[in-house]
């Protein structure tokens, strides 16, 4: 065991001294008391042992969670399909509204941040379980009222409302606190963490397809909900606790919230939320227009999640040693080439399939890097102490972005028709470009208000 060695906390307004080892072994955390008593910087020890429970139930809830809105676009094809069989017959004219539905469910997945950290910052470790086991009854309990249903409006109600509550209520108890239990590493752990998203969106995009297939889509909705409930409930009931022994403050004051860095932190998030999820929603759709079967559409949104997934934990590596603000603007320029030279080509070409699956393949890869890298960017930006406020309140203006994008880019399309898929690009490349010109802001700003400018950030 390394000898102890006392080194302040790495927050700006931290009046605490601990003692810390490294954390490839363990840490363990001897808090001094702190000038400040009305916030608790005091911190829990860091163990192997919690640092594994922490990677293996955040990237299950990253994979059930994300990974169920991510594969949505498989319901979405389905829905407007004329095999359907849940719906009306013309609801495959309402491409926008059902949209809608998956943007919903995650949109509430991000933007419930700014009612569930709030919440969860007052309770006690087995209040915080509570939320999550309550969100995982929400989703189960959406899955299978959404097998019930007849009409659009239904599948908003469930499908979209209440498993967007649930989901929200499940991802923040486990999600918010896994920053705190790494260190030197971080970027690496929270790329392993959110590759769950990848991981999810690969597996379920075969599963809800086989399922409509071979069981149709009430079914399949009801089996959703088993699943989800047989997986996310121990994962719920087993949460990790904050790494703070009091409360943190989870609402961003108002110095903070006219910082430059953190207005274009908070337009960044907005609109990459809305560029980057609506690809994944019509990726299946737009499969199909241009002469691909339903099933090889799924297909190639699994393709897009599993590269994905293996994006998130090599920019997580990267950002390490690159810098992970530096990595962050990389993926998100690059989101805008791919979208704009692939996508764009291929609907300018009549529906070119080999641009098409360079596209599938390349935004995969560029996709995942800003959900890889920026909750870890935030504990750069803005300090550890107030992550949870502005992580959460970041999350809340992402679920908006996505709550906006694609409804909007389906309102653009109208009918699923090769051509009319032109302006749908150009808005998601305009998102995605103001994103990355925001990004690159936040990185000149943080140097400027550090007074120092490293290339490695």
Sequence with gaps: MAPNVSMPLEQRQSHVRYNQESDSDHVVL????????????????????????????????????????????????YYISPEQTILPKNAGSNSALLAFVGTLGAGLTWAGSIVVNPLISRLGIKGVRSVGAFGVLCMS?????????????????????????????????????????????????????????????LVFSYIIRALLTNLGPRWTLRTLSLLNLLISLPIAITASPSRFLGRRPTHVSLHLATKPSFLLSVCAGFLQAGGNGLPLTFLAEYSVAIGYSASFGATLLAVSNGVNSVSRVVTGWVGDRWGRQNVLIGTVVGCVIVVVGFWGQSVGLGGNRILW??????YGAAGGGYNALFPTTIAEVFGLQAYASVNGF????????????????????GESKTGNYR?????????LGGAALCVCGVRAWDAVEKKEWRWKA
Excluded at 162 to 186: D, K, M, N, Q, V
Excluded at 395 to 406: A, D, E, K, N, W
Excluded at 423 to 431: H, S
């Design 30 to 77: 001897t808090p001094q008391p702190s000038i400040d008593n009305t916030t608790s910087e005091e911190l829990r020890p860091i163990t192997r042992q919690r640092q594994i429970l922490v990677l293996v139930s955040s990237f299950l809830t990253i994979c059930i969670t994300i990974g169920f809105n991510q594969s949505y676009g498989v319901f979405q094809s």
């Design 141 to 201: 309990l959406g899955f299978g009222l959404a097998s019930l249903s007849t009409q659009i409006w239904h599948l908003l109600l469930t499908q979209g409302l209440l498993y967007g509550i649930g989901s929200s209520c499940l991802y923040f108890p486990i999600l918010s606190a896994a920053p705190e239990y790494f260190t030197s590493h971080r970027g690496s752990a929270m790329g392993f963490i959110l590759s769950g998203s990848g991981v999810g969106g």
């Design 357 to 362: 699956i360079l596209f599938v393949v390349f």
């Design 394 to 413: 970041i999350y809340f203006v992402r679920g908006l972005g996505q709550m906006f994008g694609s409804p909007v880019g389906g309102t653009i399309l």
């Design 423 to 431: 302006n749908m690009v150009v808005f998601d490349a305009i998102l």
